[in-house]
């Protein structure tokens, strides 16, 4: 598949900040949609940058005119006021404006495995890209459903070259020591604070003193999950983009195994001299993420285990850098 052009939505958020430059440097001609009110796209050779909003009707065909692929990636995380209208709406917009064009060689939508549920409910067995679409409770995962099942849809109905890339929660910059540690910034889930119940757990609070959060079941095991680092989903991108064995297919887009939290935690006190805290958390129930269908068929192969992850995030704190501007807790 020739591609030269391709548009790129969400261009100024977390994924599509690192994946813009990695698109102009394979040599792509980029056209990248700034959110009138979100965050600002970089400007660089290779990169057009269009400002507008999604939610407007007649702005995804003035996109799409003259590209080779899109890439949505624009959206809104838990936001009941905006998440149809944004998401799902935006979604269909796009989706049925390159139906309408005829000439779109493949349309790449950014699925999640929000929509699997994983925490949320028991996962007995790895989840791969046949488990049914379960999102947990939310809107956010409500709208990464009904964006897929359009996608769907439109490939059933039109014949539309739909990849989805369901992308594990994202981990750049020091997002990680964000998570695990107690002291601000607070990332994702669970949150440490609302499941302090002892006196020694509430008095880490209460004097503000940093630790390392570890996760544990009711059992006193430790919780275990799986999330990906940004270089690996920047990969996974690059990897579908104009790849004819990816159309039609859906694909997990994860680390290269998972995690137990009390590896994570060790990991981290003994690089930050932190004490651990063990955090019982009810409502966690251990997931995984079965890759083998990204690695067969993408060649995918993901590089940033959980201590990659984490010595990067050392290494950005180490730098002194600053924390991007993030609108959503997670
Ligand atoms: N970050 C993660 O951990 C993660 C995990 C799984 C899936 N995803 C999916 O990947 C995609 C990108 O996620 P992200 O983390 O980069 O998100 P982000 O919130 O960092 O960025 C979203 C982008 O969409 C833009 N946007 C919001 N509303 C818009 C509108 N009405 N019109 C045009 N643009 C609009 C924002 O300005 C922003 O640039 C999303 O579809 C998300 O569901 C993300």
Redesign the pocket.
Known sequence: MQVKNVLL????????RAVLPELAKAGYQVRA???????KVDRLDNVEVVC????DPSLARRLIEGMDVVI??????ENKE?FL???VK?TFYLLDACKEAGHIKQYIQ?????RAGIYYYPQPIPIDENHRHSGYPGY?PLS?VLEEVMCEQYQIMYGMPITIL?????HDEDDILAHVTLSEPNLGVPVWKDWAVTAEQKAYFEKGTNAVACLVHPDGSAGKRQIVGIKDVVRSILLAIGNPTAIGEAFNISGPSPFAYDVLAEYVAKKLDLAVVRFEVSEFRDFCIDMSKSRAVLGFDPEYDIFRIVDDALEFRKAGRTRSV???P?
């Open positions: 939505t969400g261009a100024g958020g977390k994924i599509g949609l700034e959110y009138t009110d979100g965050l507008g909003d999604l939610r949505h990636l624009a959206n809104v995380k905006l209208d944004a998401n935006g950014a699925g999640s495995d929000a956010y990464k369901r992308f594990s929660w994202v993030c609108p959503y997670g």
